[in-house]
């Protein structure tokens, strides 16, 4: 089975600091995707990647940025964290832009 | 089934019935469809997924069925045990283009023991 592994279950930041999310996939897909999930509005694109140091913007890109050195790890990063960026984080991998496989999620509260 | 709003739609039932869930999908180009399972404070689960080009698959204890006529995708769950219980939602995969899933709002399923 494939597994996508997220760094932190739960993460509490102060707004303006820096915030790193990781994600590490094990079954060496191309494809890593982030999501942010909150209630009434379902899963949102932030970012996605289908090759090492290749990045893609999503549905909601603005205030977040992605890195992506080495193909199974893909790191979320907020500059300077807002409350509004308060949400459950999902990390997903895919071989063929198909079937997606989820991380367990990364909850983030921003004080 | 799935609509638009703050409150998930939620389907109760009792154990050992059988559950549908219904999502509408907006892209008549959409190529590939997948139901995923999310309990609560996990990540979405696969369940079982479905071509355009079939209207109906099976799966152990689910089936999904597919209407392209009326844009409509549904979950059955055979004999529903308190282990089903979870959020349900649905994924469109447009053919051509970037092959990024829309994904749907989601049903709350609540079996009752």
Redesign the interface.
Known sequence: DVK?TQSSRYLVKRTGEKVFLECVQDMDHENMFWYRQD?????R?IY?SYDVKMK?K?DIPEGYSVSREKKERFSLILESASTNQTSMY?CASSLD?????????TRLTVL | GESVGLHLPTLSVQEGDNSIINCAYSNSASDYFIWYKQESGKGPQFIIDIRSNMDKRQGQRVTVLLNKTVKHLSLQIAATQPGDSAVYFCAEIPSGGSYIPTFGRGTSLIVHP
């Open positions: 996508v209630p009434g509005l379902g899963l694109l996605f893609e999503g999902l832009m198909n079937k997606q496989f989820f991380g367990p999620g």
